[in-house]
């Protein structure tokens, strides 16, 4: 009991500080247990780029010097947060610590820190324009809503960004006239947001709109200078570097989603109000959403977020991380709209009684629903099947046989901590007699066998072209990937079961 009375005394005193150690305890279980990835771009476009950097090759083909053409193109893609994470695995290498496997949990502990900054602000913020009991609800939600945890580790740009917004939106509204170098800071801040990921440029917009709806022409113009001051060098250094011009990336990504903007996912312009109403977990969600709506007011918290969301909305291409960014302003705007109409509408007794139904039903599932979220190893088979690669630096070529879809999932080779020179793809679309080539021309050392179904027949076919396969590991998936795709069969997490090549490698080895 004397235990208890401490913990509520020190919860008392310094809620925000109890709430941020909370936060903090939360994504050290992300850190230590929730490997992985979760999305394509989170690795391929972040890790699987800088760590091939130091690995001595060019995943993918980004540096002019290695397209192999004398009319080199840039990719689209802004450097500034793969050239930090290069940095910091370079760091890393030199301290000593080469396994990716390893360098990763202090990848997932920086991004964990740096999360914190949105517990912190989104606490400030609504503290500012409710009170404390409102603010402890929304540091809680935004330190233990059951996605936080596992999305804070992610190496997703859509989060990455959040930090400086966050930053940027406290800076501002922290007083009601804000000292000329406090609103520039702002602006470098939401500059460095738009480096880290470009759409941010709509948060941005809606931001100015705000200030000239508030009739603020001098916030404004040095935001807007602050924004092209710091946006522009932070993006020209890399880029004169490399394409001797300045945005070379950022026109490239430009011309490039114009022109496929109906290429990947095109969906209706509803689909990231039921990701949001989906996500912040129904039913209290229609509260939560509702709550952002009604504090439309508020217009320099709510037309930034609102900008953002009706851009994505009206943008045939929509991916569902794509509109994580705002996440937490909707949930801080949404608790805060919700106490502003009960102030207004004390006597809405039913719709009180609806909203606490709603409240407990939500809040048991985020319970149930935090821990295993929070501990998630998302796409285990398939890091687990590089990893285990490791132990053979010597090993150059491999085949992945995935006869159980039409296409085999992106290998994650970097986790191999060496540079593969090459692979061969067997499914549904590409048969052995394909791959021929490249086990004739070179010595094939594995075969990673995806999913377990016909497994023997698949392997007697493979020893037809690699005679002297022989069972090395088997690499399980996470119960979550097994359950998602035993919930939808197009999210493949597949087991991968490697058979070596004894031809090549005589004997199997470990670290």
């Known amino acids: 009991m004397r235990l208890k009375e401490k913990i509520l005394g020190l919860y008392d005193r310094n809620p925000l500080g109890f709430i941020i150690l909370v936060a903090f305890v939360a994504r050290l279980f992300a850190v230590l247990f929730s490997k992985g990835f979760g999305m394509h771009d989170d690795h391929f476009l972040i890790i699987e780029s800088s760590k091939s950097w130091i690995l001595g090759f060019d995943y993918n083909d980004w540096l002019p010097w290695s397209q192999n053409t004398d009319n080199p193109v840039p990719k689209g893609h802004s450097l500034f947060y793969p050239g930090f994470m290069y940095g910091f695995f370079a760091f890393l290498q030199f301290l000593g610590i080469k396994s990716l496997n390893a360098q990763m949990y202090l990848v997932r502990l920086i991004h964990a820190l740096w999360s914190l900054l949105v517990v912190y602000y989104g606490y400030k913020i609504t503290e500012k324009y409710t009170n404390r009991k409102i603010a402890n609800i929304a540091g809680w939600t935004l330190s233990l809503f059951f996605l936080m945890p596992w999305l804070s580790v992610r190496n997703l740009v859509e989060m990455v960004a959040i930090p400086f917004l966050m930053a940027a939106t406290w800076l501002y509204v922290k007083d009601e006239t804000p000292k000329w170098g406090r609103v520039l800071w702002v602006g470098i801040l939401l500059g460095m947001a738009m480096c880290v990921r470009y759409q941010v440029v709509f948060f941005i917009g809606g931001f100015g709109l ?12 040095i935001i807007a200078f602050a924004v092209i001051v710091s946006f522009s060098v932070i993006q020209c250094i890399p880029d004169m570097f490399l394409w001797h011009r300045p945005f070379a990336e950022f026109w490239e990504y430009v011309s490039y989603n114009l022109a496929s903007a109906t290429s990947y996912f095109n969906q209706p312009w509803y689909n990231y109000l039921l990701v949001i109403l989906g996500l912040m977990l129904p039913p209290i969600s229609v509260f939560i959403f509702g709550g952002f709506l009604y504090e439309w007011r508020r217009w320099i918290l709510f037309l930034p977020s609102f900008s953002f969301l009706f851009f994505h909305s009206l943008f045939p291409n929509k991916q569902e991380r794509f509109i994580f960014t705002i996440f937490p302003f909707i949930m801080f705007l949404g608790i805060m709209g919700i106490y502003d109409y009960w102030q207004r509408n004390p006597n809405k007794l039913k719709l009180k009684k609806i909203f606490r139904i709603c409240l407990y039903i939500s809040l048991t599932i985020n319970i149930i629903a935090l821990i295993p979220t ?23 070529y491999y085949v992945i046989e995935g006869m159980l879809s039409y296409g085999v999932r992106m290998p994650v080779e970097t986790y191999a901590d060496h540079h593969f020179k090459g692979h061969g793809e067997v499914d549904k679309q590409h048969s052995w007699a394909e791959a021929m080539d490249l086990i004739n021309e070179n010595q094939v050392s594995f075969v990673l066998f995806e999913g377990e179904e016909h497994l023997d027949e698949r392997v007697a076919e493979a020893k037809k072209y690699i005679p002297n396969l022989v069972f090395d590991v088997k690499c399980e998936e996470s119960f979550l990937d097994a359950l998602v795709q035993a919930i939808n069969p197009i999210n493949e997490n597949y087991p991968i079961i490697i058979y070596r090549n004894a031809d090549v490698i005589p004997e199997k080895k470990t670290k």
Do not use: C
Not at 216 to 221: E, Q, T
């Open 210 to 221: 705000a200030l000239l709806i508030m009739k603020r022409w001098r916030d404004a113009v």
């Open 374 to 396: 929070t501990v998630h190893y998302s796409k285990k088979a398939r890091v687990e099947a590089m990893v285990y690669l490791s132990n053979y630096p010597e090993s150059e």
